[in-house]
């Protein structure tokens, strides 16, 4: 049993290039979410997605973009990378019970050079 | 707009000492709170939760936090730090029941733990 795995770890980005975070759960569940974190800020929530199909935004959405096709899936997109882009990059996912908590990803950090 | 504050950025402590790191909330209804630890270098993991019932919560650890609905507060304590406590906390809160609710996170405070 995996958990939450995203891919890439690390990944250095020239602005204006587009990429894709990927992020896959094995636990079947329905709740997923994106989270970026800052020092200082703690994490953000960007978009999240109450099952597959479904997707709705966060606090700070501009600037990606999120599909979830399948329930194991959820990438997020970054359609023309910006420095205010340069962060680290978590994915959860929880069951559909409200009062269960994520599980977290080992996180992607992403620096858009 | 909903938030968390956690008052305390960053906190020094001596092995043995006791610790507590404040958590405030702004959202009047119903809520779930988290306590999560992030170690050097990993993800987030979860220490403690609170949904309903005896609002002294006990974690992993050693830790606990209070939930005190008046105060709109989740504090976590633990009597006697380790060296190995050294990490960054983070409080998050879940406003709303059902499965759409929000996990809106504090800005994180980072414990240094002296041997």
């Known amino acids: 049993n995996a958990g939450v795995t995203q891919t890439p770890k690390f990944q250095v980005l020239k602005t204006g290039q587009s990429m894709t975070l990927q992020c896959a759960q094995d636990?079947?569940?329905?709740?997923m979410s994106w989270y970026r974190q800052d020092p200082g800020m703690g994490l953000r929530l960007i978009h999240y997605?109450?099952?597959?199909?479904?997707?709705d935004q966060g606090e700070v959405p501009n600037g990606y973009n999120v599909s979830r096709s399948t329930t194991e899936d959820f990438p997020l997109r970054l359609l023309s990378a910006a420095p205010s882009q340069t962060s680290v990059y978590f994915c959860?996912?929880?069951?559909?019970?409200?009062?269960?908590?994520?599980?977290f990803g080992d996180g992607t950090r992403l620096s858009i050079l | 707009a909903q938030s968390v504050s956690q008052h305390n950025h960053h906190v020094i402590l001596s092995e043995a000492a006791s610790l507590e790191l404040g958590c405030n909330y702004s959202?009047?209804?119903?809520?779930?709170l988290f306590w999560y630890v992030q170690y050097p270098g990993q993800h987030l993991q979860l220490l403690l939760k609170?949904?309903?019932?005896?609002?002294l919560v006990k974690g992993i650890k050693g830790f606990e936090a209070e939930f005190i609905k008046s105060k709109f507060s989740f504090n976590l304590r633990k009597p006697s730090v380790q060296w190995s406590d050294t990490a960054e906390y983070f409080c998050?809160?879940?406003?709303?029941?059902?499965?759409?609710?929000?996990?809106?996170f504090g800005q994180g405070t980072t414990l240094q733990v002296k041997p």
């Open positions: 959860a996912s929880r069951t559909g019970q409200s009062a269960q908590p994520q599980h």
């Open positions: 636990m079947n569940h329905e709740y």
């Open positions: 997605s109450v099952g597959a199909g479904i997707t």
């Open positions: 959202y009047g209804g119903t809520v779930n």
């Open positions: 609170y949904f309903s019932g005896d609002p």
């Open positions: 998050a809160v879940k406003h709303g029941s059902g499965n759409t609710g929000k996990l809106i």
